[in-house]
């Protein structure tokens, strides 16, 4: 320990000199960091809106499996490492090949500091659907399913879905049962396709879902279990169909479709897939709710 910290302080100075120091910057310089950061923040929030953020995040698991390669000196690893990186960028091009398109259109096409647009990107609790949207959700499915009115609901969670909401009509509206009966109800201008929930809100409706390519898949099953199964598979969203020839509920979720749900399930499911607070502001809020009961007891 004591030779790295003197090879770092050598490294540093130089007969008690320091070899480092403050950069001039200038204008210039300024001008050039923002456009960085601009395109970095683009990039992140492009990566964010897509299924490239599920992606990111693999090759960071890779990165640090290299990073270990290179510490560890394990010269084959870091050899495939090597090889793999060097087909792997062609293949990223191939395979987000779509994606890329619409993101250089929409650069031609809007405003350039439209992208800089933190409301955006962050994603927080706010985010995350209440009480009253779960109650919403099952009373308007099995309301459907009383009346075989086929419904495909998407409920967003850690991977936006927004190249998937912009393939139908902006909605942008709380979600209440009303809603959802009033959108899928037949013959209406939106009720075919998916509607995508995000939080507590329906941001889109009559959005096109990937069918699955799964040819174990049911063929008593029709296109909206199989648009449910095609989006789960890519990404971790919860998938709600309403059949329209039985009027069973059933959930798509992680490439598995759990079929004749009752209200009771579709409940609980949608309560485990709700954020709650970490153990910490639970925490805190049984203790400010302790103290407010004390208080009250004390008057």
């Not at 919403?136 to 459907?144: R, S, T």
Request: aromatic fraction near 10%.
């Amino acid at each position: 320990m004591q030779t790295v910290f003197s090879n770092i302080v050598s490294f540093l100075t130089k007969n008690g000199t320091p070899q480092w120091h403050m950069p001039d910057i200038g204008v210039t310089d300024l001008i050039e960091m923002f456009i960085i950061a601009v395109a970095v923040y683009s990039i992140l929030k492009w990566f964010r809106d897509t299924r490239a953020w599920a992606l990111l995040k693999g090759l960071a698991v890779i990165g640090a499996f290299c990073v270990l390669a290179v510490i560890f000196d394990m010269q084959t690893i870091l050899w495939l490492a090597g090889k793999a990186f060097t087909y792997g960028i062609i293949a990223i091009f191939i395979v987000f090949q779509p994606e890329l398109r619409k993101a250089l259109e929409s650069l031609g096409q809007k405003r350039i500091f439209a992208w800089f647009n933190f409301s955006d990107f962050q994603r927080n609790d706010v985010d995350r659907y209440s009480d009253a949207t779960i109650n919403a959700i099952v009373k308007a499915c099995f309301d459907m399913g009383k009346v075989k009115t086929g419904a495909l609901l998407c409920v967003e969670r850690e991977i936006a879905l927004g190249e998937y909401a912009r393939t139908g009509i902006e909605v942008d509206a709380r979600l209440t049962s009303q809603l959802l009966i009033n959108i899928f109800e037949k013959n209406t201008p939106l009720h075919d396709g998916a509607v995508i929930v995000r939080g507590d809100r329906v941001i889109a409706a009559t959005c096109y879902l990937p069918l699955s390519d799964n040819f174990s898949i049911s063929k008593e099953l029709g296109t909206r279990h199989r648009a449910a199964l095609g989006v789960s598979e890519l990404n971790d969203s919860m998938t709600i169909v309403v059949s329209e020839e039985t009027g069973n509920v059933s959930i798509a979720e992680r490439g598995v479709l759990t079929r004749d749900l009752k209200p009771e399930e579709l409940r609980e499911r949608l309560l485990a897939n709700q954020k709650r607070f970490s153990e910490e502001r639970k925490l805190g809020k049984w203790r400010r709710r302790a103290q407010k009961d004390d208080q009250e007891n004390a008057e």
